[in-house]
């Protein structure tokens, strides 16, 4: 499975983006997704997963309630949906594909996300 993320950019405080990650190859159905960030200079941390047929989602404390990780089996994408940026949200965003929650084996190239206050 091959990841490519998109929808990044510059936005102020308060708005919101659209990540979308676009998968090729088998499978992408039985997959478990997920989106992590890494900020400059901290380590790359976990930001939301989903099941494979979008039932079940979960996600970190500092983004529940603002931000939704959705999927379209059809079209083989994961989105992740980002309302209320906080500058602190700023990163590069990566999307991961893995069969279980135990590991990612799959990760797409990343796309930068920055918020200014």
């Known amino acids: 499975v091959q990841l490519q993320a998109s929808g990044g950019g510059l936005v102020q405080a308060g708005g919101s983006l659209r990540l979308s990650c676009a998968a090729s190859?088998?499978?992408?159905?039985?997959?478990?997704m997920a989106w992590f960030r890494q900020a400059p200079g901290k380590e790359r941390e976990f930001v939301a997963r989903?099941?494979?047929?979008?039932?079940?989602?979960y996600y970190a404390d500092s983004v529940k309630g603002r931000f939704a990780i959705s999927r379209d089996n059809a079209k083989n994408t994961v989105y992740l949906q980002m309302n209320s940026l906080k500058p602190e949200d700023t990163g590069v965003y990566y999307c991961?594909?893995?069969?279980?929650?135990?590991?990612?084996?799959?990760w797409g190239q990343g796309t930068q996300v920055t918020v200014s206050s």
């Open positions: 991961a594909a893995g069969i279980n929650t135990s590991g990612y084996n799959y």
């Open positions: 190859g088998r499978g992408f159905s039985r997959y478990v």
């Open positions: 989903i099941n494979w047929s979008g039932g079940s989602t």
